[in-house]
């Protein structure tokens, strides 16, 4: 038997084709946009409450996300991929239930 039998044998599977190596894209992910809100119940304290602890901002950040929530009518909370994004909206709508309030956080693609 040839050397060439043996390596052309039938573990070949391309059939004597040149193969392409199949190259991977890294890809971003998505990135969603958590919104916070406005109604007319949740007091200004607690919602400036919830963008300090859950969104980590500082107090002079979140009274500004506030007052565009009550003036808006929305205001933009952060910026996340989706999973980050879901865990805050349901983070806020725990502490809005327990503390009270119909405060609302949705999240829309960005």
């Known amino acids: 038997m040839r050397y ?5 044998g039938p573990h070949d599977q391309t059939g004597g084709a040149v193969q392409e190596r199949v190259r991977t894209r890294q890809q971003t992910p998505k990135q969603y946009n958590v919104v916070l809100l406005n109604d007319d119940y949740s007091t200004m304290d607690f919602v400036i409450h919830v963008l300090e602890s859950v969104f980590h901002k500082s107090p002079a ?12 009518g929305r205001g933009l909370a952060g910026v996340y991929t989706r999973e980050i994004a879901e865990t805050k ?3 806020v709508a725990t502490m809005a239930r327990e503390a009270g309030y119909p405060l609302r956080a949705v999240m829309e693609e960005a």
């Open 89 to 91: 909206v349901d983070t």
């Open 61 to 72: 950040e979140a009274y500004g996300i506030m007052m565009q929530v009550h003036v808006n």
């Open 4 to 8: 060439a039998d043996r390596v052309a």
